[in-house]
């Protein structure tokens, strides 16, 4: 692979990192995924709008321009050949030279990487035509979610919770109610209202919810945006989880307990539709 760090396009074994790096010693960085299909990217703007307030919100330095992060994209989606695949985009507070919790002096320069995931039929996953499985767990993150940084172990130790459940993912549940799952937004159907929780620093605000949400509205589909508890997502008739990289994918079980028919929901199935189709048209 050819990625991109600190300016500069390199073989992947070139690519190298000091120690000392913020990101490493201290997850002092931030990240996007954007998805590729057809060589075009997903909801680039949303992303870039995410990473700036990522950025802010942490007052880390924003070292490329908009022009420069979408040239990047691009350069890698051709180097690499990627037809249908991600853009990981990292953005942390560079090298300072030496461990300290305080943060460096602003003339340390960011550390920018970037590099692509080829990943073919990414939007005909079998996933999301079987739907997935879910188990429910404790929220244990800290409490800035909705700051996208490279802090990502919880979610890690959450996604080995399911696997060894023998599951597909994990719901992540604080006060009786579910924020959301690992890498993604959940979301439940009941009596054809789309119900989701509302934004606020106890989730990531999904660029793909905020389409989702955008799309579903303009198709006459009710949005009530607050919180659920997993019993009420038991007794739902759909849950589904959105992402850049999982579109809109259903979810059939939650906890053992099959929601629905425990198939995949023709709402949420027909808001997959719409999101790609609609998220196409606007690609870069
Ligand atoms: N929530 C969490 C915790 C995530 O990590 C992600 C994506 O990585 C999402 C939600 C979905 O966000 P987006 O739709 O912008 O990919």
């Given at each position: 692979?050819?990625?991109?760090?600190?300016?500069?396009?390199?073989?992947?074994?070139?690519?190298?990192?000091?120690?000392?790096?913020?990101?490493?010693?201290?997850?002092?960085?931030?990240?996007?995924?954007?998805?590729?299909?057809?060589?075009?990217?997903?909801?680039?703007?949303?992303?870039?709008?995410?990473?700036?307030?990522?950025?802010?919100?942490?007052?880390?330095?924003?070292?490329?321009?908009?022009?420069?992060?979408?040239?990047?994209?691009?350069?890698?989606?051709?180097?690499?050949?990627?037809?249908?695949?991600?853009?990981?985009?990292?953005?942390?507070?560079?090298?300072?030279?030496?461990?300290?919790?305080?943060?460096?002096?602003?003339?340390?320069?960011?550390?920018?990487?970037?590099?692509?995931?080829?990943?073919?039929?990414?939007?005909?996953?079998?996933?999301?035509?079987?739907?997935?499985r879910v188990i429910s767990v404790p929220d244990?993150?800290?409490?800035?979610?909705?700051?996208?940084?490279?802090?990502?172990?919880?979610?890690?130790?959450a996604?080995?919770e399911a696997?060894?459940a023998?599951v597909?993912d994990a719901w992540l549940v604080e006060e009786g109610k579910v924020t959301e799952g690992?890498?993604?937004?959940a979301y439940i159907?009941k009596?054809?209202?789309?119900i989701t929780r509302?934004?606020?620093?106890?989730?990531?605000?999904?660029?793909?919810?905020?389409?989702?949400?955008?799309?579903?509205?303009?198709?006459?589909?009710?949005?009530?945006?607050r919180s659920f508890t997993i019993e009420e997502a038991q007794g739902a008739?759909?849950a589904?989880v959105?992402?850049?990289?999982?579109?809109?994918?259903?979810v059939i079980e939650i906890d053992g307990k099959a929601i629905?028919?425990?198939?995949?929901?023709?709402?949420?199935?027909?808001?997959?539709?719409?999101?790609?189709?609609?998220?196409?048209?606007?690609?870069?």
């Amino acid at each position: 692979r050819t990625v991109y760090l600190n300016g500069e396009y390199l073989p992947e074994t070139e690519a190298k990192v000091s120690i000392f790096d913020r990101a490493f010693l201290m997850a002092d960085g931030v990240y996007e995924v954007v998805s590729v299909l057809g060589g075009k990217l997903l909801d680039f703007d949303g992303h870039l709008v995410r990473l700036k307030r990522s950025l802010d919100a942490l007052a880390m330095q924003n070292p490329l321009s908009d022009a420069d992060y979408l040239e990047a994209h691009r350069a890698l989606v051709e180097k690499n050949a990627i037809t249908d695949g991600l853009i990981y985009l990292q953005v942390s507070r560079g090298n300072p030279g030496d461990r300290d919790f305080a943060f460096p002096s602003d003339d340390t320069q960011p550390t920018v990487v970037m590099f692509t995931q080829s990943k073919p039929g990414l939007a005909d996953s079998p996933a999301a035509k079987a739907g997935i499985r879910v188990i429910s767990v404790p929220d244990q993150r800290w409490h800035r979610r909705d700051i996208k940084t490279v802090q990502l172990l919880y979610p890690s130790l959450a996604k080995m919770e399911a696997k060894k459940a023998g599951v597909d993912d994990a719901w992540l549940v604080e006060e009786g109610k579910v924020t959301e799952g690992t890498s993604n937004n959940a979301y439940i159907i009941k009596g054809g209202k789309i119900i989701t929780r509302e934004l606020s620093h106890d989730i990531l605000h999904g660029i793909t919810r905020a389409a989702v949400l955008r799309f579903a509205r303009e198709a006459q589909m009710a949005v009530e945006e607050r919180s659920f508890t997993i019993e009420e997502a038991q007794g739902a008739d759909e849950a589904f989880v959105t992402s850049a990289s999982a579109f809109v994918t259903p979810v059939i079980e939650i906890d053992g307990k099959a929601i629905g028919t425990g198939k995949p929901g023709a709402l949420a199935l027909r808001l997959r539709e719409i999101y790609l189709e609609e998220s196409l048209k606007n690609a870069r």
